[in-house]
Nanobody, 118 residues
């Protein structure tokens, strides 16, 4: 059974940092590009960052230079290091697994709230 469990969200002041983690159960991790998405109130879910199984990364323009996505294949975990946080980063952050083979759909975590106060 595939499960994605996020942690690390919370309340932080503008300019602060947080690190999100997403632990993935099952063999899906090794065959998946992993991503972080976010959804603010009243807005659509948007891409934050992705990382392939080979380590190639991609970022939304709004977070480039501030956020870093990484993965630890031995721990089936993907991270999102968020620095220089801004109030507009406030959202629920979701972990996503996008498998290349062996699975018929994407999988999502339950989300973790990040709130940045001004």
């Amino acid at each position: 059974q595939v499960q994605l469990v996020e942690s690390g969200g919370g309340l932080v002041q503008a300019g602060g940092s947080l690190r999100l983690s997403c632990v993935v159960s099952g063999r899906i991790f090794s065959v998946s590009a992993m991503g972080w998405y976010r959804q603010a109130p009243g807005k659509q879910r948007e891409l934050v960052a992705t990382i392939t199984s080979g380590g190639s990364t991609n970022y939304a323009d709004s977070v480039k230079g501030r956020f870093t996505i990484s993965r630890d294949n031995a721990k089936n975990t993907v991270y999102l290091q968020m620095n220089s946080l801004k109030p507009e980063d406030t959202a629920v952050y979701y972990c996503n697994a996008h498998p290349r083979i062996g699975f018929v759909r994407d999988y999502w975590g339950q989300g973790t709230q990040v709130t940045v106060s001004s």
